[in-house]
């Protein structure tokens, strides 16, 4: 009796030595700060010691209020939304079919595509969204590609302009003919166009054509400065390719690894039944993976309202706020300008119930609508 | 007879042809994964001038001197052993208290676990980042704002959730035998839990190492809220630092950011295998 009681005892000290300590971590950083933000959200502090500094209190549901009617957040939230098709209507069938072609052997070397295309997800998300920034940029590798190529078409218009009048032949008649391909813009370069350009050319001495024609071309090609990411109605749609790119290896991952516990025999003895690809994709692979589809539409979620450091990163949520989302809008009103810390606290748990509602949500489609596991 | 033949070669026709587009979409998309990675660190050999005249062929005198600037203004010589700090103390961190609480969850019957438990599991669902703002609040005020500490409590509670899940999933899987056995031989839980829970989970251990190394030392938006000194930033803010003022200054800027991506790329490349059975076994939401 006494020694049942020992044991008990023992047995109690040992679980709670060992539950404690990570029960002790997690509640300090995931369930005090909901406590905190609830309080907080509800209340006039605005920064300042908490305790013993100066006084603040209950204030109302106010910046609840705020919250909702502030077309910003809306903006922001949209934006969320976009994250979440994007990965659910690109990301997941994308990773989809990788997986599948990676699975059903229809292409040789499964690791090598299998590491190259997880690869952006192991890349530091600031390494990634700076290198993005710079992509897009105006005078980013994009335009230079593009502008080369409006140089050689330019170029080649010359060459044909030049070879029409015999060679290094500068007549009125041949200026005017580059002055008309330059159009209004590169006639507006010259006080008097004609006479100025024609010195221009018979500065070069005699055997440089084709000097003169890369010069020209230099000078009157069009140039394009795209504004992928300057442009307010269009600044999102870059920021959604880059995730794209980042993430669809991570769907391929969980859907390849899904698809490798499908028990091989079936699907041969399918086939030999005369079973064709379709049938196998319909009633052996798709029924066997939608618990992975639900746990990958989570995923999106999820990732979705956890997303910063790309966005932060990239565009820090401009032009004018238009790639905000939640987490950006958040950090925007604690720390940009003067901080108002109980609207960002609103805002942190709108995002929690945001995250646990859209979860609630998909689990209750998947019951309704989900096949059967196993 | 020849119907039969005729199926089977369009078949193996169609076959081919699928093959052929299978390698085509492949092909592609790896050209698109690759490039602007393989572009990023073409041009951190380039000089900023040569970079701004043309950026899309290859360096013509490659120059280290980008890197060496880039260390020195990014201060990574302090950031690079602070990264570190974070990423092994927490990962540890994660690893032991997981595996310990998974010891007690899975093989000490209690009432607690019900509750405790499921709370685990519920925060599995909960993304930290939107608690960016009262975690901001919360390390003021206990005064541990720009701590170390700070930021390994953050790291260390933000991952134990998954990793309280999959340890105690695994060590239900350890016979209950192996425990009991132990403790008619009179061990102790601690005793059992290091000679025999602890040597078994390494399977465990090594998928939670993975899922936390490359998210830890690639973190941003919690760090960036809890420290501010140069003293204990970690390499993802100092990297940052090359967006605002010195992003004109391309040379630099991209060497930075090959300085940032080498260390998980090297860790990629060494643990491919592991890291991409971790992500799997690790992307678990409900």
């Known amino acids: 009796m006494s020694r049942a009681k020992r044991i008990d005892r023992e047995e109690g000290r040992a679980y709670w030595t ?80 990788f997986a599948y072609i990676i699975y059903r052997r229809i292409v040789k070397w499964p690791g090598f595509w299998q590491g190259v295309l997880y690869l952006p997800n192991i890349i530091s998300i600031i390494v990634v969204g700076l290198l993005w920034q710079t992509v897009f940029s105006p005078s980013g590798p994009i335009a230079e590609f593009m502008n080369s190529i409006y140089h050689r078409a330019f170029e080649a218009k010359l060459s044909e302009l030049f070879a029409a009048a015999g060679g290094f032949n500068v007549t009125d008649g041949l200026v005017k003919r580059i002055l008309d391909l330059a159009g209004p813009s590169g006639a507006a370069m010259f006080a008097n166009p004609v006479p100025d350009l024609k010195d221009f050319i018979l500065s070069y001495p005699q055997g440089h054509l084709g000097q003169v024609i890369n010069d020209l071309a230099n000078l009157f090609a069009q140039k394009w400065r795209p504004a992928f990411l300057t442009r307010p109605d269009q600044a999102m749609l870059p920021v959604l390719f880059v995730i794209l790119w980042m993430y669809t290896g991570m769907y391929l991952i969980l859907f390849l690894a899904n698809m490798q516990k499908i028990d091989v025999q079936v699907i041969e003895s399918a086939r030999i039944d005369g079973a064709n690809e379709a049938q196998v994709m319909r009633h052996i692979i798709l029924p066997a993976l939608s618990g992975t589809m639900v746990n990958a539409a989570i995923l999106a979620i999820s990732g ?37 810390f109980p609207l960002a606290n609103a805002i942190a748990l709108i995002m929690v119930a945001v995250s646990f509602l859209l979860i609630a949500l998909t689990k209750a489609l998947e019951k309704r609508y989900g096949g059967k596991e196993e | 007879m020849r119907e039969h033949l005729t199926t ?40 900023t001038r040569e970079f701004q005249v043309s950026q899309l062929s290859f360096p013509k005198s490659p120059t280290l001197d980008n890197f060496a600037g880039a260390w020195k203004l990014g201060d990574f010589g302090k950031l690079f052993p602070n990264s570190i700090i974070y990423t092994v103390g927490a990962t540890v961190g994660i690893i032991l208290l997981s595996v310990l609480a998974g010891f007690a969850f899975a093989k000490i019957k209690s009432r607690a676990t019900k509750p405790i438990y499921n709370s685990f599991v519920i925060g599995i669902l909960l993304t930290i980042q939107s608690l960016m703002i009262p975690l901001f609040l919360e390390v003021n005020l206990l005064g541990i704002y720009d701590t170390r500490l700070a930021v390994l409590l953050v790291y260390i509670g933000a991952g134990l959730p998954i990793g309280i899940y999959l340890a105690t999933e695994f060590i239900k899987g350890i016979p209950n035998a192996l425990v009991e056995s132990a403790r008619i031989d009179g061990a102790g839980y601690f005793r059992v839990f290091w000679s025999i829970i602890l040597p078994m989970s390494v399977p465990v251990a090594t998928t939670l190492a993975i899922l936390n190394v490359s998210n830890i030392w690639n973190e941003f938006a919690l760090i960036n809220i809890l420290v501010s000194s140069t003293d204990l930033k970690s390499l993802p ?16 800027q991209f060497a930075a950011l090959t300085i940032g991506m080498a260390p998980m790329l090297l860790f990629y490349v060494v643990f491919r295998k592991q890291i991409t059975k971790g992500v799997a076994a690790g992307a678990v939401k409900g």
Not at chain 1, 34 to 56: A, D, E, R
Not at chain 1, 313 to 338: D, Q, R, W
Not at chain 2, 19 to 38: E, G, H
């Open chain 2, 237 to 252: 803010l100092g990297i940052y630092k090359f967006s605002g003022s010195l992003s004109s200054d391309y040379g630099k």
């Open chain 2, 8 to 47: 089977t070669a369009l078949g193996r026709a169609a076959g081919a042809a699928a093959k052929i587009l299978a390698y085509a979409v492949m092909i592609l998309f790896t050209v698109l994964t690759l490039y602007p990675i393989f572009w990023l660190v073409m041009n951190s050999f380039k000089t």
């Open chain 1, 304 to 340: 979705s309202l956890s997303s910063f450091a790309l966005i932060f990163a990239m565009t820090g949520g401009g032009p004018s706020h238009v790639t905000e989302i939640l987490s950006i809008y958040m950090y925007n009103k604690a720390f940009l300008g003067s901080p108002n």
């Open chain 1, 18 to 97: 060992m539950v404690l300590p990570a029960f002790a971590v997690y509640l300090l950083v995931m369930a005090f700060p909901i406590v905190l933000s609830i309080i907080l959200s509800v209340s006039n502090y605005n920064g300042g010691k908490m305790f013993g500094g100066p006084k603040w209190g209950f204030a109302g549901f106010g910046q609840y209020a705020r919250t909702v009617a502030d077309p910003l957040f809306w903006n922001a939230l949209k934006n969320n939304a976009y994250i979440v098709l994007v990965s659910v209507f690109g990301q997941l069938p994308l990773g989809f079919i």
